[in-house]
């Protein structure tokens, strides 16, 4: 059976006495893809991700802990890459979804501002692997799948379209095209200090690559988002070469030629985990506050981003419930303590994975795809360093779009799930928070459900989500 999947390619639908072992064991067929739709996806996806190489390491490493101690850039560039790519590898063959995993950049600044200034380094990563304990043992006990399915199917719907709004946010942001505003404004077009306007070749770059791929897209050419990142990446590498522009003029990622495309790794990092001194180091409240904090945002970050990756994939069923549920969250619980024994924070599933479901990508195959690219980083880190924000920035801008498709799908003539579904998308990019937009959205849904006398359709999970991120913003505010 021949169709036309949402992007608009062909797929063929083959029996399973015509299908090889690695098409029955990543469904391939099954799901209407094929071995270079995956392939390209994964590869797209790595891409898109590709900056965390970088990012990471630039934000944990800027940071001093208790002791005034700090971890070495370069062993945080190894341990990222690594991380990532084992995680991604495993989301792959064991949830067999294309969702990939790297740092996660909502646990990452609680590892980096709220943990590194009261404890040490590696009891701030013995935490982490408790983060990944804690979430291993809630899927264990049932507890995660039941807030997935707790939550309501017009609140999932609304979450996916708020998180490619904050992926679009973020890609803007990071080539410079939007930022915090000078005066009066709370943001504005351009740099900070460019005074509201578009300035630099770099921006160029970005705008360039996004043409190319809208253009693409809107014809439905497979590959329209890689071949965007890859025309911007040429553009960029002959820009700089050609005019000699400064490497702090692009937004991460230079694109300049490497000497030598093969960098050496360095594993001493590896293993650097204190499980129990946070403990009596930051006291046991403070670490449990933290602890806490890092568990709530690892949760509901990957529960936001697994409903939107099912979704836009079409492998979610019509509850929004994903296949092999289970098995993506023990995975996801893994990446989390993977990430605490390699220094590298809690490798959590990525946003940036809607990138390759929507060049395509499945299957699990797409993510061991990204995986074994994340591995070879590890020794080419110069070559995948050259593709700047610009280039990757493109990818995530247009996730937005397409993400935004799904909000039809909301009933907007009820004002008790209209204001829940808007709080909900408009809170993850002002807020730049996905928990936050979660939480937000679940406690207006409950109060206003309740307010109509309608209480019973909220569920008893969703009144003690509630009180737990009230609880959660409560603690903020009052600076616990």
């Known amino acids: 059976m021949t169709r036309l999947d949402d992007s608009g390619a062909r797929s063929t639908k083959r029996s399973a006495t015509d299908r090889s072992w690695l098409d029955r064991f990543f469904l391939v067929s099954e799901r209407g893809s094929t071995y270079g739709r995956e392939v390209r996806g994964g590869l797209t996806t790595f891409m898109a991700m590709a900056y965390i190489i970088v990012l990471n390491p630039l934000i944990l490493s800027g940071v001093t802990d208790v002791n005034g101690d700090q971890l070495s850039a370069g062993q945080l560039t190894t341990m990222t890459a690594l991380a990532a790519g084992l995680v991604t590898i495993m989301m792959g063959v064991v949830g067999r979804a294309p969702i990939a995993c790297a740092a996660a950049l909502g646990v990452m600044a609680v590892v980096a501002y709220q943990a590194a200034p009261v404890m040490a380094w590696p009891e701030v990563m013995g935490l982490v692997v408790w983060q990944g304990i804690a979430i291993i043992l809630m899927v264990v006990t049932g507890v995660r799948t039941a807030v997935m399915n707790a939550l309501p199917y017009n609140l999932k719907i609304a979450i996916g379209v708020g998180i490619g709004l904050f992926v679009s946010l973020i890609g803007l942001s990071n080539v410079g095209f939007v930022s915090a505003g000078d005066g009066d404004s709370l943001l504005q077009i351009g740099a900070e200090g460019g005074g509201g306007h578009l300035d630099g070749w770099p921006i160029l770059v970005f705008v360039a690559g996004l043409i190319l791929a809208s ?96 979704t836009k994939a079409n492998i979610a069923d019509q509850d929004g419930q994903m296949p092999r549920v289970n098995q993506i969250l023990i995975t ?65 801008v247009l996730v937005g779009a ?79």
């Open 402 to 480: 397409m993400m935004m498709m799904h909000v039809g799908q909301i009933d907007w003539t009820d004002m008790s799930v209209a204001i829940p579904a808007f709080l909900t998308i408009a809170m993850m990019p002002f807020a730049y928070d996905i928990a936050s937009g979660i939480g937000i959205g679940i406690i207006a849904y409950t109060l206003i459900k309740t307010a109509q006398g309608r209480f019973r359709e909220v569920g008893w999970l969703m009144w003690i989500l509630t009180v737990v991120f009230a609880f959660h913003f409560a603690m903020h505010s009052m600076g616990l």
């Open 215 to 310: 253009v693409l897209l809107a014809r439905r050419v497979p590959g329209a988002i890689f071949y965007g990142i890859i025309g911007a990446t040429v553009l960029a590498v002959v820009l700089h070469n050609v005019l000699r522009l400064s490497p702090e003029s692009w937004g991460g990622g230079v694109p300049e030629l490497p000497g030598s495309p093969f960098a050496v790794p360095d594993f001493g990092l590896l293993f650097q985990v204190d499980l129990f001194g946070a403990w009596t180091t930051a006291g046991p409240t403070t670490a449990g506050v933290i602890l806490f904090t890092l568990v709530l945002a690892g949760f509901f970050d990957a529960l936001g981003t697994i409903l939107a990756i099912g």
């Open 332 to 396: 996801d619980g893994a990446g989390a303590v993977a990430g605490g024994l390699t220094s590298s924070s809690a490798t959590l599933v990525f946003v940036e994975s809607t990138v390759g479901v929507s060049e395509g990508a499945r299957t699990g195959l797409a993510s061991v795809v990204t995986g074994l690219f994340f591995l070879s980083a590890i020794f080419f880190a110069p070559v995948f360093g050259m593709v700047p924000a610009e280039a990757a920035s493109v990818a995530m």
